[in-house]
T-cell receptor, first 109, second 112 residues
Framework: GQSLEQPSEVTAVEGAIVQINCTYQTSGFYGLSWYQQHDGGAPTFLSYNALDGLEETGRFSSFLSRSDSYGYLLLQELQMKDSASYFC??????????FGGGTRVLVKP | DGGITQSPKYLFRKEGQNVTLSCEQNLNHDAMYWYRQDPGQGLRLIYYSQIVNDFQKGDIAEGYSVSREKKESFPLTVTSAQKNPTAFYLC???????????FGSGTQLSVL
């Protein structure tokens, strides 16, 4: 079967660093993606990890450990515009992409 | 401009009625997906298609049907068998390198 866990909500102040953890159980795991969604909008792609290690894209980084079935998204130098929901999405070898329940990040001044 | 177009933006369904949500893409992507999102919740996979004339059930396919007669189009029909259809429906397509989904702007379906 498949399961996916990430925290439901995180609150932080501007300029802080937030780490959103994701643990998954996915048959035929292929890679892990992260998406951002602002209220009322569509999700937008942030990053993808197929191999173990850290991928850095500007203020956002994503990490994957395949042996631990674990990944995280790191948001640095938080800005007000980063207030949104963040989803991890493991992909299986059959191209099925499943989304978690999402982590709501609230950035305070 | 390349992208994914979903229509209509808002749709109302009467009791016992089937309704069809449109999804068109001009990105030349092979794989397309339909997700359902309830308020404050994550995205749940309804159906996906990796190639024309082929599609697979996702996690919540009951009460829904799809077709994939053209590469550009992946319409979703919400049938009368779906007893709780009120939700935000998102269509997406995937890059050939398989790591990135592009989403449409969504259709909000409500029951009258």
């Amino acid at each position: 079967g498949q399961s996916l866990e990430q925290p439901s909500e995180v609150t932080a102040v501007e300029g802080a660093i937030v780490q959103i953890n994701c643990t998954y159980q996915t048959s035929g795991f292929y890679g892990l993606s992260w998406y951002q969604q602002h209220d009322g909008g569509a999700p937008t792609f942030l990053s993808y990890n197929a191999l173990d290690g850290l991928e850095e894209t500007g203020r956002f980084s994503s990490f994957l450990s395949r042996s631990d079935s674990y990944g995280y998204l790191l948001l640095q130098e938080l800005q007000m515009k980063d207030s949104a929901s963040y989803f991890c999405a493991p992909q299986d070898a059959g191209n099925k992409l499943t989304f978690g329940g999402g982590t709501r990040v609230l950035v305070k001044p | 401009d390349g992208g994914i177009t979903q229509s209509p933006k808002y749709l109302f369904r009467k009791e016992g009625q089937n309704v069809t949500l449109s999804c068109e893409q001009n990105l030349n992507h092979d794989a397309m997906y339909w997700y359902r999102q309830d308020p404050g919740q994550g995205l749940r996979l309804i159906y996906y298609s990796q190639i024309v004339n082929d599609f697979q059930k996702g996690d919540i396919a009951e009460g829904y049907s799809v077709s994939r007669e053209k590469k550009e189009s992946f319409p979703l029909t919400v049938t009368s068998a779906q007893k709780n259809p009120t939700a935000f429906y998102l269509c997406a397509s995937r890059t050939p390198t398989n790591e990135k989904l592009f989403f449409g702007s969504g259709t909000q379906l409500s029951v009258l």
